[in-house]
């Protein structure tokens, strides 16, 4: 029996919208399973200057909606998230190339990997960013990342326990 856990770092730019979502939505998945003790689930952003900040209160509001409440309190990608997290998974185009060129080594860019490469049912190639836009996008965006948890939770439970 295979006793590592698996950990999952969920990166956009602020992160107080999209990644604080996918954090706490996946943290559902893992519970409403009884794996919560297989996962290790955070979140971070590439820009800082939210740290420290409770999530956006617009993206609390439509979480809160579905059952999903953000307690995440915001925070940079460090460096040594790369060795810590066995993926690190980019919100949009933008923050895939930006942990690509901070990755510190081969091996750590090789843990970077799109959001939207787990989605199974939308089509979309990026959760895209909804802070300059209306209620429409911030639906869009827990749409987009409910399909793209339940996507990756099943390629990681099915490569790893
Ligand atoms: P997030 O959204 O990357 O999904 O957290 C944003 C939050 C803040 C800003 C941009 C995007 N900002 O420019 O402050």
Known sequence: MENKKISLLFVCLGNICRSPSAEAI????????????TFIIDSAGLYGGHAGSLPDQRMRTHAARRGYQLLH???????????????????DD?????????????EARNKVVRMADYLE???????????????DGFENVLN?????CEGL?????KSNI
């Not at 996946?26 to 003790?37: A, N, S």
């Not at 309190?73 to 919100?91: C, G, P, Q």
């Not at 987009?144 to 793209?148: G, T, V």
């Open 26 to 37: 996946m943290k559902h998945i893992v519970k409403k399973h009884g794996t919560e003790d």
């Open 121 to 135: 049912h939308y089509q979309n190639d990026t959760i895209p960013d909804p802070y300059y836009g209306g209620a």
């Open 94 to 106: 933008g923050n895939y190339a930006n942990l690509q060129s901070i990755a510190p080594t081969v």
């Open 144 to 148: 987009l990342l409910e399909d793209a």
């Open 73 to 91: 309190k915001a925070r940079s990608v460090t460096t040594n998230d790369f060795s810590e997290y066995d993926l690190i998974i980019a919100m």
């Open 153 to 157: 939770y099943k390629k990681q439970t």
